[in-house]
Nanobody, 120 residues
Framework: QVQLQESGPGLVKPSQTLSLTCTVS??????????GSWIRQPPGKGLEWIGY???????HYSPSLESRASISRDTSKNEITLQLISVTPEDTAVYYC????????????WGQGTQVTVSS
């Protein structure tokens, strides 16, 4: 059974960098066609895809966040990390990591989500 768990600080100050880690168990992030995505949901709004890192290490981002987002991985720990620089209160959201087998936005496993608030 694949399980995903997000972790990171719940409060970040404006202009600082948000850093979250997704720890995956029950399956390797280097499995063929594994795409590890980050998705967020601001309060009162719908889900917003941030980007993914593929099984071979390639990355792809939402155009609206591409200049500020960076997704990386540690294959020895089976972890995927999201960094978002220069955050503003508009980046306040519940952040999720999810597995997408095939890179077609079909998510079969999700983490429980972690609340991040951007505030001074």
């Amino acid at each position: 059974q694949v399980q995903l768990q997000e972790s990171g600080p719940g409060l970040v100050k404006p202009s600082q960098t948000l850093s979250l880690t997704c720890t995956v168990s029950g399956g390797s992030i280097t499995t063929n066609l594994y795409y590890g995505s980050w998705i967020r949901q601001p309060p009162g709004k719908g889900l917003e895809w941030i980007g993914y890192i593929g099984y071979a290490g390639s990355t792809h981002y939402s155009p609206s966040l591409e200049s500020r987002a960076s997704i990386s991985r540690d294959t020895s720990k089976n972890e995927i990390t999201l960094q978002l620089i220069s955050v503003t209160p508009e980046d306040t959201a519940v952040y999720y990591c999810a597995r997408d087998l095939g890179g077609r936005a079909h998510y079969d496993y999700w983490g429980q989500g972690t609340q991040v608030t951007v505030s001074s």
